[in-house]
Structures are given as structure tokens and as C-alpha cells.
């Protein structure tokens, strides 16, 4: 992609909040190696961290840190780039700051503009962007590993080979219609076209049933408690948390809305939410928390329906719709034992028996949704959307065998249109401001 020249130099704080360590200011534009040269008196080596005295336009010293110097092309954003690494005092970043805004064609940057400017230079392709935004967001160790993956190219290779095939195929399929006397325009169409893209649509759809699994990653594995009240639910959510972060009380109805935690088990993130007891109640609020509960848990990954072993009345929820229940029975340490035997595992937050083999089974459950994370993994609902119009645009080229050649040449070509703008190797503005958004400024 041919480098873009912008008009103005963008500048930001890129460390974290101040007061720190270091603070790190970061520049880019064709006003870079001015401002450079104005405030240290001269521009250092290339890539070379050069100890200096930051100066104001009259020379009077601001702070003493290392500057470096990234020269177009060879920058993140392709552009003449500047790092600042200072001493991290509000103070000090301030009077850098306002040093900035007294040049010419300087101003503070915007969310993800630096990332942007580097797309718009062919740095990375869209994918890649936004698999830096998840590595910078990432809290677990896949997360960190899938954003990596993605921000390689492995997910664009994958893509631009697909796209590769579909622009193929309409080749092939124009070269009949143009040249379907010559002797050297490769055989039938139908032979070496229409089962290559059978092939391509059953890869796509299975990409495509991946993304729960990518979803899983990025998002969270969701565990949801439901039982009757009393049941022992905000206790168990207290021992995961090793917390008190639900109320726990004799009174049945306490909880009345969703409360969640966030696990990190085998480097998988896993949601924990606490419900409202269910029952028959007249009481609006509550009524309200128990729909809400139901409708969590028809959404969970892995339901967790406890069961208070020590009440003989009591019994598993049996109206949950959703096929992943695990039974669990509570207060084993007043259990009756007869209780016990409908239930999958058995727990006491107060003698902490089995917790640490529930907390296993999360695990478990949870590495197994997951998979392998070999392979790339479409992570966002924009991925997904386009993969699916992929699909069926092909699937039109593939079984509308009546129509016309052309026609289904056409289908072809959008479909590779929504590939492309995965990616971003086609138009794809309308997104752009959606996909940038999301970093934070300095980024």
C-alpha cells in the first residue's frame, strides 16, 4: 500500500496515568524532526535512545530523558515518528504537552489514530489492528496468545488465501465466456471451479461454528448458579471470589440481580454470575431478578443448579433451558445422604469440601469449549458477519446451476468483496471509525 503523507503531526501521552515512573510521549507527522531538532537541539540517530535535555522554545530546560527517533517508512505509523521518555510527574507531561501545541501543524491525537495512521501506510491489514486493540485489552493468557496470533497475520493469510481462491475461480469462469474457442482455456468449468468452492464453503462454515470458540476467548466463559433461595448460591460466589462480594443471608430473596466475578483458570477467562433465588413471589423487584436469572442461565456455557442438601424438601431446578447443567448439592457438612445421590458434585463453603474439584471441573469444561487455539479464530461479530455473507453469496454461485455463467461470476466477486473487507483491502470507511474507536488515545 502506497504511504499516505499526513497534513499534521499528532502527539500524545502513550505510558499509563500519571504520576509514574516514566512517562512516554509519543509523536508522529511531518513536523517530527522539527519539533525534534527545536527542543534538544538536534535530531539523534535513527533507533538510537539519546539522553538529552528537553528545552522550551526559549531554552529554558523542562526535564532531562531519552528521545528517539523513528524516520519514515521504518516507524509503527510509516510516518517520521518521535518517542519522549520522561520522568512520569503530571507536571512534566503537562509542559511537554503545552511545548507541543505552540508548533505549527501539531495537535493531540485521537483515539487509535496513531494505529490508524500505520493502517492507512500498510503497516498491517485491519485484522491485525484490531488484534493489537485485544492484545492491549487482553487479561488472560489465551487472550494475550489469540490477540498475538492475530495481530502476526496469521488470520489475514488465512483470508487473502480464500480470497485468492474466489479470484481464480472468476478468472477461470471469464475465460470460458471470452475465450471459449481457445484451445488453451483450461477445461470445464464445472469441473475445476464449482468443486473447488464446495470445498471453500465447507472451510468457511467451519470457521465460522469457530467463532464460539474465539468468542469464548475473547469474551469469557459464562458460568451461571441458579437454585431456590437460601440455596447456598452467594456463599459458593463468595468462596470463588475469596471475597465477600454477594450478601449472604438467612432471608430468602437477598439477591435480586445479577452480581459476576471474573476467574482466570488455565489462562481462560470464566464469568461467574450469581442469581436470584427462583420461586413463586409476589414481589416485583424479585420477579424481576428471577427473570433475568433465567434468562442468563439459557445463555450460560455451563449451568451450575445447586441444591441444599441439608433441606429435605428441597430439589434440583428442572426448568432451566439450557442442556450444559451441572448438579450441584450444598452444605454437605449437614448433608442428609440420601440427598446426594442426584447430584453430579457435592460442596460446603464452610468445611470447603469439594470446591477444589468444582473449580477443576470449571476448568475442565471450559479448556474443552476452547479447543485448540492452533488455528485462527474469527473473534468479532464484524468477522462473523462478513464470513457469513461470504458463505452465502458462494453458496448462490455454487447451486443456482440454471443461471447464466455471468451471474454466478458475479456472485463470486462479492464474495470476495465481503472478504476483502475483513481485512480492509477493500472500502471499508464506514467501519474504520468503529475499528479505531476502540484504542485508547496514544494508540
Sequence with gaps: MKQRVASETIFALSSG??????????????????????????????RVATLKTLCDRVGNPIDRGLILYFPAPYSFTGEDCGEFHLHGGKAVADAVITLLYSFDGCRMAEAGEFTRRAYANGKFDLTAAEGLADLIAAETESQRKLALQITSGAQASLYAGWREELIRARAYIEAELDFADESDVPGSVSDQVWTGMRNLTQRIQKHISDGRRGALVRDGFRVVIVGAPNAGKSSLLNALAGSDVAIVSDEPGTTRDLIEIKL?????????????????????????????????????????????LSDPEAVLPTDIDNDMV????????????????????????????????????????????????????????????????????????????????????????????????????????????VVFSQFCIGK
Excluded at 519539533?35 to 534538544?40: A, D, H, L, N, P
Excluded at 413471589?281 to 456455557?301: C, L, P, Q, S
Excluded at 447451486?399 to 471499508?428: F, K, M
Design 17 to 46: 496515568r500519571l504520576p509514574a515512573g516514566v512517562a512516554v510521549i509519543r509523536l508522529s507527522g511531518p513536523q517530527t524532526r522539527f519539533v525534534i531538532e527545536t527542543i534538544f537541539g538536534r535530531v539523534p540517530l535513527p
Design 264 to 308: 482466570d483458570l488455565a489462562g481462560l477467562a470464566v464469568l461467574v454470575t450469581d442469581t436470584a433465588g427462583l420461586r413463586e413471589t409476589d414481589g416485583k423487584v424479585e420477579r424481576i431478578g428471577i427473570n433475568r436469572a433465567r434468562e442468563r442461565a439459557a445463555a450460560a456455557d455451563l449451568v451450575l443448579a445447586l441444591v441444599d
Design 326 to 433: 451441572l448438579r450441584v448439592g450444598t452444605k454437605s457438612d449437614l448433608a442428609i445422604p440420601s440427598q446426594r445421590a442426584g447430584c453430579d458434585l457435592v460442596i460446603s463453603t464452610r468445611s470447603d469440601e469439594g470446591l477444589d474439584a468444582l473449580l477443576t471441573t470449571l476448568e475442565t469444561r471450559a479448556v474443552e469449549a476452547v479447543g485448540n487455539l492452533a488455528d485462527p479464530l474469527p473473534t468479532r461479530r464484524r468477522h462473523l458477519e462478513l464470513l457469513a455473507e461470504t458463505s452465502h453469496e458462494l453458496d448462490a454461485a455454487i447451486h443456482q446451476t440454471n443461471a447464466p455463467l455471468e451471474v454466478r461470476a458475479e456472485y463470486l466477486r462479492t464474495a470476495s468483496y465481503a472478504l476483502g473487507r475483513i481485512t480492509g483491502h477493500v472500502d471499508v470507511e464506514d467501519i474504520l471509525d
